[in-house]
T-cell receptor, first 117, second 114 residues
Framework: GAVVSQHPSRVICKSGTSVKIECRSL??????MFWYRQFPKKSLMLMAT?????????EQGVEKDKFLINHASLTLSTLTVTSAHPEDSSFYIC?????????????FGSGTQLSVL | AQTVTQSQPEMSVQEAETVTLSCTYD???????LFWYKQPPSRQMILVIR??????QNATENRFSVNFQKAAKSFSLKISDSQLGDAAMYFC???????????FGKGTRLSVIA
């Protein structure tokens, strides 16, 4: 099956610093990737849709200046949490669909637990 | 906008027994996809089963099967011969097209009792 790799798996940072999370499709090209956020014991909430070569589309209520998304290649999308604060602490997870026969399936990275002190 | 509702926050089942998780959804579209994802404590999202709305036949994957009622907009998951490893959070999800995001329900936490 398709593999989506996400790094780092866990990051702890000080308030005010920026953190970059990488999401890679290892064995397929992904023109679109999706970034979700999950609070403890809650469901996944879509933050933004990342499109290769163009600007990301953010969901209502998501600050695009705080959560910078770059999709510079067909296999890599990055989410940068700028000037992180404790309320940004959460589990972030990316996903992508392979082209072709199973393109309706979304495959997920393993997620990144961000803790802001 | 599409919505997905899972009305059972928690469920439990005895090992080797059968359990059914409920899911309803709301959409005005006629063609779409429905999924059940499993999220164990590791938090890795694992695809359990998928259903194309245009297919009348219910999907089956080994011990997992669905009851898809398109007119009622219902999509329940049946787990047969439950195993300890089935204990996890289960999310029902909707996707309108292959290049759109998944819309998730709030999830059902399944416990398996030995």
């Amino acid at each position: 099956g398709a593999v989506v790799s996400q790094h780092p798996s866990r990051v702890i940072c000080k308030s005010g610093t920026s953190v970059k999370i990488e999401c890679r499709s290892l064995d397929f090209q992904a023109t679109t990737m999706f970034w979700y956020r999950q609070f403890p014991k809650k469901s996944l909430m879509l933050m933004a849709t990342s499109n290769e070569g163009s600007k990301a589309t953010y969901e209502q209520g998501v600050e695009k200046d705080k959560f910078l998304i770059n999709h510079a290649s067909l296999t890599l999308s990055t989410l940068t949490v700028t000037s992180a604060h404790p309320e940004d602490s959460s589990f972030y997870i990316c996903s992508a669909s392979p082209p072709g026969r199973f393109r309706e399936k979304l495959f997920f990275g393993s997620g990144t637990q961000l803790s802001v002190l | 906008a599409q919505t997905v509702t899972q009305s059972q926050p928690e469920m439990s089942v005895q090992e080797a027994e059968t359990v059914t998780l409920s899911c309803t959804y709301d959409t005005s579209e006629s063609d779409y996809y429905l999924f059940w994802y499993k999220q164990p404590p590791s938090r890795q999202m694992i695809l359990v089963i998928r259903q194309e709305a245009y297919k009348q036949q219910n999907a089956t994957e080994n011990r997992f099967s669905v009851n898809f009622q398109k007119a009622a907009k219902s999509f329940s998951l049946k787990i047969s011969d439950s195993q300890l490893g089935d204990a996890a959070m289960y999310f029902c999800a909707y996707r309108s097209a292959w290049n759109t995001p998944l819309v998730f329900g709030k999830g059902t936490r399944l416990s398996v009792i030995a």
